[in-house]
């Protein structure tokens, strides 16, 4: 069997190519859709590609922030936010959110969305998206690198207090159907992203779940 020839580098170093290709590799990744308040009441809404679920009981999500932006500062101050799901539907709204506006715009007006105030949360959902998280703060984690030097990026921990499902999208047996709602996930590159489908589905057995 030939070996294949590596491309390689030390990202200290650069990485020699056109375009830095962690998150090409690191994907596709689910979007941080999150909207937030500030104490005055303002709100916010963006889109992080630095996202995920973190734990189950009880159910943590969180986002990674590049820089202290406004969503951070609304999280850090009133510990609350809401994720919603970014569908193919709502992908240019999604899109028209990330940008930056001048002081005192919402984003929810800029993208052409509704906002609905949470039930557990004073953060908005978005109307118009099939499934919302209402969270509260949990942990606001400063990044450090290998060799304990801050970084200017924040880990935002929440825990899910509130949950918001289209019906739609639960089938007769009570199962949610992950492609019936058309999530879309962050790809590479300054505008890939990429749709799943029940085409592309395969089901793997764990080895102690094997009887």
Not at 76 to 105: C, D, H, I, Y
Request: hydrophobic letters at 40%; a negative charge; aromatic letters at 10%.
């Amino acid at each position: 069997m030939n070996q294949p020839e590596y491309h390689y580098y030390e990202p200290r170093q650069g990485h020699g190519l056109a375009h830095d290709p962690l998150n090409s590799i690191i994907a596709p990744r689910p979007i941080g859709w999150i909207a937030s308040v500030n104490p005055q009441g303002q709100r916010n809404l963006a889109p992080y590609s630095f996202f995920n679920c973190f734990n189950y009981h009880p159910p943590i999500i969180g986002f990674c922030s590049v820089g202290w932006k406004d969503s951070v500062a609304n999280i850090n101050a009133t510990g609350e936010f809401v994720w919603n799901l970014a569908t193919r539907p709502l992908a240019q709204a999604m899109n028209e959110s990330s940008a930056s506006l001048a002081a005192g715009e919402d984003e929810f007006g800029f993208s052409g969305l509704t906002p609905v105030r949470g039930t557990r949360v004073a953060a908005h959902r978005v109307a118009e998206s099939p499934v919302n998280f209402e969270c509260r703060l949990s942990q606001i984690i400063r990044l450090l690198d290998a060799e304990g030097m801050q970084l200017e990026s924040w880990l935002v921990l929440g825990e899910v207090v509130a949950v918001h499902i289209d019906k739609a999208l639960i089938d007769e047996h009570g199962v949610y159907q992950t492609t019936a709602a058309q999530p879309i996930l962050r790809g590479g590159g300054p505008s890939a992203y990429y749709g799943i489908s029940e085409q592309q589905r395969f089901d793997l057995i764990r080895p102690d779940d094997r009887k």
